[in-house]
């Protein structure tokens, strides 16, 4: 009962909040619904009173949220203020595609996670050695941006050819290329995590004793897996949530008419009854598998958990460290350089002349569609991209970790399941369009899974004997949390958070290409991207060289927390 009050506690105040949106940016919805509804017409105050008075704007906000509220309880969802047609069944097709879509991404997403961490799985079961990898090819394809992923899908295997069509919905061959493109990143994630701890649990001693008793190697591979699986299932329901309602730049790329791109239409438009149903369906998704997640993890571990018999799972040594932190050094040496050069050249420049000219000596890396020199754009947008994501990344670090550590399920949840440009949209009529801004809206949803991941460690360190053994040797809480409990949660969390630098990167960079974060013409790499993929196909080089960059970034992250990867204090032991 305290599970689902404080989750409805959470799914109104954030309906409340998306219900003031247009006290927070300032503006007149009368006069938006004016627009779309009638754009020849004069926005006089006789027409937008009597808009106001049709939509019942002229009760104010609260009486607005009221309304709709009195509505939800009836079963209405409202009318759109943009078309003026009934809410529930737009919302209601949106959600089947999106749902339709989700099944099949996440699908892709378990069966790589599953490729990805086979070698270790059959190593472990076969009880030969089973190494710690760094993981770099995951890193690189986490690292991949979705939205360039699926240009390239579609690119290739739509135009080139031919398989699959490149656009619309409805046939099962037209799910294919928007699966991949959503799935396999999530894939590369959750195969990165699982391969992470894999090696942990076959170090066990059940794992020893289960070869001696002679038990079949898939046995024992199962096993292996349903001792890891908890920590990482919250992942799951995350990746579900975040699929179903994050993919905007997918859905529109491939014209899925799916609930991301139907609430992103909505918030832009200021159509408030279609946002807050979209919103709404995405929070009681959310809250559907945080509890699916829930009771699934506590179904594996069973009585271990609730009985403190759940030994702590120790990741071994990485070996190879001293040729891990060299590669490290030779990339973050290369990514330096490359940024460096590129600060010593003019990014505004356009020279018409020159559009989408190849690599040369006076444009080593060519230029973009407008003549500007793609190295000087690259090395100039490091400092707004890489930085500023390496700066959020240690602020969600640390939130979740905090929120993670209080078992803050409820706001997991929401933080989660919504998108980080509805984010952007509350805190840019908040404080106006800027990078501040849009750092801070990539922060207040992207802890979420962090804070999940925290949670799930969390609670399977608590459940260990040895914390009993410390409480009866007169232990204190502090005591326990930085000896015992931080050294198991800490690394595989703080591993986490960089790989995750990549997606706040191109998070970051997706706010400004909408016009929520840094401003035209500056440069950044995620709207170098969006700027140039129209021409990827004639112009590859003001394609690659970001997308590039973000998977250097992403895998210099992965080697860089492999290689500073050392043995499990003996206090965790």
């Not at 240690?394 to 929120?403: C, N, R």
Request: proline share 7%.
């Amino acid at each position: 009962m305290k599970y689902l009050a404080g989750r409805l506690a959470t799914l109104l105040a954030v309906v409340a909040v998306i219900g003031l949106l247009p006290r927070l940016t300032r503006t007149d919805p009368a006069r938006t619904i004016l627009h779309a509804r009638y754009a020849d017409r004069e926005p006089t105050p006789e027409t937008l009173d009597a808009i106001r008075a049709e939509t019942g704007l002229d009760g104010g906000p609260l009486h607005v949220l009221g309304s709709w509220l009195g509505g939800l309880f009836r079963g209405d969802l409202g009318e759109s203020w943009v078309s003026g047609l009934p809410v529930a069944p737009d919302v209601t097709a949106a959600l089947g595609n999106s749902l339709t879509l989700m099944g099949v991404s996440l699908s892709v997403a378990l069966l790589l996670a599953l490729a990805l961490s086979a070698p270790t799985l059959r190593r472990g079961a076969a009880r030969r050695s089973v190494r710690v990898r760094a993981g770099v090819g995951a890193a690189v394809l986490a690292a991949l941006p979705e939205f360039l992923l699926a240009a390239v899908l579609a690119t290739v295997f739509a135009v080139h050819l031919g398989w699959f069509p490149a656009l619309g919905w409805g046939a099962p061959g037209q799910l294919v290329l928007p699966a991949l493109a959503m799935g396999v990143p999530a894939g590369a994630l959750l195969g990165r995590l699982l391969d992470d701890a894999l090696p942990g649990a076959f170090a066990e001693p059940w794992a020893r004793a289960a070869t001696a008793h002679g038990l079949p190697h898939r046995r024992i591979a199962a096993h292996a897996l349903r001792r890891t699986l908890p920590g990482l299932l919250p992942q799951v329901g995350l990746v579900t949530v975040g699929v179903t309602g994050g993919a905007v730049a997918v859905e529109t790329l491939f014209a899925v008419p799916g609930l991301g791109s139907t609430a992103l239409a909505a918030a832009l438009a200021q159509d408030l009854p279609v946002l807050q149903a979209c919103v709404l369906v995405l929070l009681l998704l959310g809250i559907a598998a945080g509890l699916a997640t829930r009771l699934a993890a506590r179904a594996l571990l069973g009585p271990a958990l609730t009985e403190r018999a759940l030994p702590t799972l120790v990741t071994p040594e990485l070996p190879g460290r001293r040729a891990l932190t060299i590669v490290a050094v030779l990339l973050g040496t290369l990514l330096l350089a490359v940024t460096v050069a590129g600060l010593l050249r003019d990014p505004l420049h356009v020279d018409t002349a020159a559009r989408l000219a190849g690599p040369s000596a006076a444009h080593p890396f060519g230029t973009d569609n407008l003549g500007r020199d793609v190295l000087a754009r690259l090395g100039h947008g490091a400092a707004r991209t890489a930085l500023a994501a390496v700066a959020v990344g240690a602020v969600t670090l640390l939130l979740g970790l905090a929120l993670g550590a209080v078992r803050a399920g409820a706001l997991t949840e929401t933080a989660n399941a919504l998108p980080a440009v509805l984010a952007g949209l509350v805190v840019a009529g908040l404080a106006g369009p800027g990078p501040w801004g849009a750092a801070a809206a990539v922060a207040a949803v992207a802890w979420a899974p962090l804070a999940a991941h925290t949670a799930a460690l969390y609670a399977q360190e608590k459940a260990a004997p040895h914390l009993t053994a410390a409480v009866a040797l007169g232990a204190d809480r502090a005591r326990l949390v930085r000896h015992h409990v931080l050294p198991g949660v800490l690394p595989p969390v703080a591993r986490h958070a960089l790989l995750r630098v990549p997606a706040l990167a191109l998070a970051l960079a997706s706010l400004g290409f909408l016009g929520l974060g840094t401003q035209a013409p500056a440069p950044e790499w995620g709207r170098m991207l969006s700027e140039n993929m129209p021409y990827a196909e004639r112009a590859p080089w003001a394609v690659l060289a970001p997308a590039a960059a973000l998977v250097v970034l992403g895998t210099l992250a992965v080697l860089t927390s492999a290689a500073a990867r050392g043995r499990t204090p003996a206090g965790a032991k």
